[in-house]
Structure formats: C-alpha cells, structure tokens
C-alpha cells in the first residue's frame, strides 16, 4: 500500500511569490491535514480536510490555504510568500479523521529567499 | 486549551542504557496522547498511542509509555537504547473530536553513544 505523498519534495521561492504544494493520501483516507514546520516553532497545525470540507483549522493569516478534491487528494496554498515561511510542509492522512493514527509524508521543504 | 510540555530538547545515552524522554499535557478533558519520531529528512511515524484503554502502552521498537493522570505525564522509555534510536521524539495531545488536528511539544533529539 503506497503511503502519503507530497510534491514537490524541496522548492525555492522568493519574496512576494505564492506556492502550491500538492498530497495525495493512502488510498481510501479521506481525512487530510496539513502542518508546518519549523526549528523556531515547531509542529503546528495548519488546516484538516475531510470529504472536501475543511473541518478544522489552526491559527495561520489567511495567505494560507487549502482544498481537497473528491478522490481525497490535498494542495496547499500559500501566497506572497515571506522570509519566515520557509519551513517544511508536512501532509497527514487518516481513515476517517477521528482520533485515530495519522500517517506522515515526507513533507515540502520550502525555502523563501 | 490544550498543550504538551516536553521536558529535555536533547537527551543522550549510551548504548544499551535506558531512554527516558519526558512529556507532560495539559488537558481538560481526557486526552488522546500519541509519541512520534522523526528521522532526518523525513516525516513522522507513530510509535504508539494512547487512547483511554490500558494506562501502559506498548509501541513499536521496543518502546512503551505510561499514561499518568494524576501526573498528566505520558514519559517514553526503552530498556536498552539502540543505535538507530537516534531521531527526534514528539509527544502529542489530541482531544475529543478534533480529528487531524494534533498539539504537538517542541520535540526531543535522542543521541546514543556507541
């Protein structure tokens, strides 16, 4: 069974840019949830979406955002990019999004210069 | 709200010795807690997780955690540390139906010593 995937692995970005950064979950997982991360802050939640709702989200501006589509695949979207966005994008699926196991991707290392 | 305390952002040991990395929640409701490792370059994979049943939880390579209410610590341990134990730990909190959302400590580097 193949696990999380995310795409691209590393990019560079500058200043002002925008990003997408795409998940494709374990097959039949319709929970997806992004998180940032980052030495100074750590792990934090971003956003979950479950059967192309955003069910939940954490406390980011609103030069983030996300959507899912109906086969659970997941982007992200972040625009005009700043310097302190650069950090790793981490995609977590799950069954069902209940407080079960949430499987990791390798994440998106963004680096904005 | 709901928060993790990871006591320690490195910890070291020698090889063969016990790894004790310590995590404490604060939760006003019972919390679901969960441990993660993280190697280099990569994502996270769970280690083991507990969620209202037994209090001692047996993971993954070799490791195990004890859910402490009176405490509200979920400290991870392992009898005897191996080489390839050397990664970054995180203790989380979930709760209720919060469903993806994870609260994650600020995670703890284990060194081991050969």
Known sequence: ?113 | AQSVTQLGSHVSVSEGALVLLRCNYSSSVPPYLFWYVQYPNQGLQLLLKYTSAATLVKGINGFEAEFKKSETSFHLTKPSAHMSDAAEYFCAVSVGNQGGKLIFGQGTELSVKP
């Open chain 1, 1 to 113: 069974k193949a696990g999380v995937t995310q795409t691209p692995r590393y990019l560079i970005k500058t200043r002002g840019q925008q990003v997408t950064l795409s998940c494709s979950p374990i097959s039949g997982h319709r929970s997806v949830s992004w998180y940032q991360q980052t030495p100074g802050q750590g792990l934090q939640f971003l956003f979950e979406y479950f059967s192309e709702t955003q069910r939940n989200k954490g406390n980011f501006p609103g030069r983030f955002s996300g959507r899912q589509f109906s086969n659970s695949r997941s982007e992200m979207n972040v625009s005009t990019l700043e310097l302190g966005d650069s950090a790793l994008y981490l995609c977590a699926s799950s069954l069902t999004g209940g407080v079960g196991e949430l499987f990791f991707g390798e994440g998106s290392r963004l680096t904005v210069l």
